[in-house]
């Protein structure tokens, strides 16, 4: 990583100069005053370590923020392409993985992942709170949600992780930002050369973070319109089922009618073949022939007559007004 001048540092050049002037400056015996420059070294090297830790990747000349740079664009550049091939109300092509498309020449420089992890359209509402939950508190989806597959949603919330992991120094140096102006350096660590290399870091960091958060002002914007659709899909959903259960009430209700009324028919039926045997008849009679029938027994059953029989009499009444009702 290169290192840009840096003309406005104004340092303690007697010490900036000469490391070991702790010692020359130090007043005590020999041996403390070596330990003053071992002290003011091993500061410095610590401090080194440190910053080393965040921006080195073992094994591979380029360093943690320029890789981050580089899948940042990638990203982007896949999104700007992809985004705009998708429909928001066909859902599955959210969850596919690239595979057919060709766009030229740069195909290979499209990343593959589908944009979402696959869930159930019933828990969209779960995903988007988990998605903007990760992206405010700089988190992996997978912290929330270990089945997360792969995905370019995924892979931006673990670039804006690795971009916090990587600006976030370790104790003591902790309230020190790589992607902030340094200005609380110990004056142990005081160097026009560091401060330039730490502005040049800093610059690196922002760059990084414009490329991400631009790739989620592109992610967020087309996922608020596949959400709606979602939403919308699930208001109809919920208004079908519910139109279907009114109408299987109606069915039931209508089921439990017939019901009745063939029950009620079934009752019917019984008590006029009750009613015609109890006055003599094989089938229904005109009602004239009714009349004359009723007018005959009820001399006979009448309970004030020598052969009348009150229960008789109240059968006979009953059965003659029950027939009396199917004219």
Avoid at 269 to 287: C, H, I, K, T, V
């Amino acid at each position: 990583m290169p290192i840009p001048p840096d003309n406005n540092v104004v340092i303690n050049a007697s010490k900036q100069t000469d490391w070991f002037m702790p010692a020359v400056e130090y007043s005590g015996s020999v041996g403390e005053c070596l330990d003053e420059v071992l002290k003011d070294l091993s500061e410095k090297q610590a401090f080194l370590f440190a910053v080393k830790s965040r921006i080195s990747i073992p094994e591979m000349k380029i360093d943690s923020i320029s890789n981050l740079i580089q899948k940042a664009k990638a990203l982007e550049s896949t999104l700007k392409v992809r985004l705009g091939m998708l429909n928001p109300e066909r859902e599955g092509s959210w969850f596919r993985i690239l595979s057919s498309y060709n766009p030229g020449p740069f195909a290979s420089a499209l990343l593959s992942e589908p944009v979402f992890f696959f869930y159930e359209r019933s828990k969209f509402r779960d995903v988007k709170s988990n998605i903007n939950q990760c992206w405010l508190e700089k988190k992996r989806y997978s912290d929330v949600d270990e089945t997360a597959g792969k995905s370019l949603w995924t892979m931006l919330l673990d670039l804006s992780y690795q971009l916090e992991n990587i600006c976030v120094l370790p104790v003591p140096y902790d309230n020190l930002r790589l992607d902030q102006p340094i200005e609380n350096l110990p004056i142990a660590l005081e160097s026009c050369t560091l401060r330039a290399f730490l502005i040049n870091v800093r610059t690196g960091a922002l760059e990084a973070k414009r490329y991400i958060e631009a790739c989620y002002s592109l992610l967020i914007e087309a996922s608020e319109k596949f959400w709606a659709c979602q939403q919308t899909v699930e208001n109809i959903e919920r208004s079908r089922i519910k139109n279907k259960t009114a109408d299987d009430m109606r069915e039931r209700f209508k089921e439990r009618r017939q019901q009745s009324r063939r029950f009620s028919a079934q009752v019917k039926l019984s008590l006029d073949r009750e009613s015609l045997d109890f006055m003599g008849f094989n089938a229904m009679p005109s009602q004239a022939d009714l009349r004359t029938r009723y007018i005959s027994l009820a001399k006979m059953h009448h309970p004030d007559k020598e052969t009348g029989n009150e229960d008789l009499f109240k059968q006979l009444t009953k059965a003659y007004k029950h027939l009396l009702q199917s004219y």
